[in-house]
């Protein structure tokens, strides 16, 4: 592929004016302070408490360690069930963290877990549901609360895909016993790399929880001269927390531009025969991450399209293909077939590109590319 200036990828990541990361990052070189939990990792701490309205929330180096610590806060072992209709590191993470993945299949209408089939897979093994609110699409949080509530699970939600969001006027960030976020650099929000694990600080049981998740990112290291946990090293340093303090200003403002793009890809999309949106719900506010859409004729019509576009310079993403359980690290472990939903639609989606500054002329030429050849049957 050749790197062309007018090619269009599925993301571009978000910067600030450079002169104002600049003013921050003049401060890091006088202090000579970099990194462990610094002035600027503070500020960023307590101006995301407040933008994702959330009680209690501690800082890592990424959002897939920020999984991993999470996991091994709670110290759970066992069988967790999951979604194969993710990115890599759901799964890993939990592999990680010495626990075994159910795999469940998820909805069609929004590619979150299906919350009809939680409980079959629920054995007295399992200790924890790790839904992902894959896309945007907030998983049936209320029904998944309940089945965890009846079985004495703890639910963990990946939701590095719903920064910023609300449903029913709540926070994302509140739902379940954690929620893990990434900051990673072609996330809404990025601090280059970086995540956040956030909880409700209210909950009495969850009040262990701060201080387990600072020291597991910090070594175990308790004291000058004590350490209390095989912990591991996952800060985020002050240049990345600067970055953050940068991007939050300008994250609503890039949000709207998102929403622009979305609303006319929705528009010219809706309707085509053999192409199908995911159900949006009303009672949610979505950061527009992405731009998935299925096609219904399956793979080789999904290859065609997609061939079709990067032809054109434009490259969208098989977002997700494969499906986790059909990765060659778990085969004989995990059977893709048990989950006939997800291995269907990872082989009928794309992503179509969306960011702020892509030019709206270029979402309709997509929009116009893609209704012609599902004309033609490519
Ligand atoms: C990005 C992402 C992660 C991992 O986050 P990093 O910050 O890249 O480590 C985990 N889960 C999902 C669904 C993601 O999209």
């Known amino acids: 592929m050749e790197a062309k200036?007018?090619?269009?990828?599925?993301t571009r990541a978000s910067l600030p004016p450079y002169e104002e990361y600049e003013e921050l990052i003049k401060d890091i070189w006088h202090s000579h302070f970099l990194t462990n939990m610094g002035r600027y990792h503070e500020e960023l701490k307590e101006r995301l408490r407040e933008y994702l309205s959330t009680s209690g929330i501690e800082l890592f180096t990424n959002g897939h360690l920020a999984l991993e610590m999470v996991f091994q806060a709670f110290e759970l072992k066992g069988e967790v069930i999951t979604t194969p209709f993710t990115f890599a590191s759901t799964t890993h993470a939990l592999v990680r963290a010495g626990l075994k993945p159910v795999m469940c299949d998820i909805r069609g209408s929004d590619c979150t877990l299906d919350p009809d089939r939680i409980e079959e897979l629920i054995t007295d093994r399992t200790v924890a549901i790790v839904p992902v609110h894959v896309?945007?699409?907030?998983c049936?949080?209320?029904?998944?609360?309940?089945?965890?509530?009846?079985?004495?699970?703890?639910?963990?939600?990946?939701?590095?895909?719903?920064?910023?969001?609300?449903?029913?006027?709540?926070?994302?960030?509140?739902?379940?016993?954690?929620?893990?976020?990434?900051?990673?650099?072609?996330?809404?929000?990025?601090?280059?790399e970086g995540g956040a694990v956030t909880w409700d600080a209210k909950r009495p049981e969850l009040e262990f929880l701060s201080d387990r998740l600072y020291k597991l990112k910090n070594f175990g290291i308790t004291g000058k001269e004590s350490v209390e946990f095989v912990g591991g090293n996952a800060k985020l340093n002050e240049f990345c927390a600067a970055m953050g303090i940068c991007n939050l200003r300008h994250v609503d403002a890039w949000i709207a531009e998102r929403k622009l793009r979305f609303d006319i890809y929705k528009e010219r999309l809706s309707g085509l025969k053999g192409l199908r949106l995911l159900s949006y719900q009303d009672n949610v506010k979505y950061n527009y991450a992405y731009m998935p859409v299925i096609f219904e004729a399956g793979r080789d019509m999904r290859d065609r399209i997609y061939d079709g576009l990067c032809a054109e310079g434009i490259f969208p993403r098989k977002y997700f293909y494969p499906a986790v359980n059909a990765f060659e690290c778990y085969k004989g472990i995990l059977d893709p077939k048990s989950t006939p939903i997800a291995g269907r639609i990872s082989e009928s989606v794309l992503?179509?590109?969306?960011?702020?500054?892509?030019?709206?002329?270029?979402v309709e030429r997509i929009c116009s590319l893609i209704a012609d050849m599902l004309k033609e049957g490519v």
């Open 135 to 138: 896309y945007g699409m907030i």
């Open 351 to 362: 992503t179509l590109p969306i960011y702020p500054e892509l030019e709206l002329s270029d």
């Open 5 to 10: 200036e007018n090619n269009i990828f599925v």
């Open 140 to 192: 049936d949080y209320e029904r998944i609360a309940s089945i965890a509530r009846k079985h004495g699970l703890k639910v963990i939600y990946d939701a590095a895909h719903t920064f910023g969001e609300f449903v029913d006027g709540r926070s994302v960030a509140s739902l379940g016993d954690a929620s893990m976020f990434s900051f990673h650099a072609t996330k809404v929000f990025n601090t280059i």
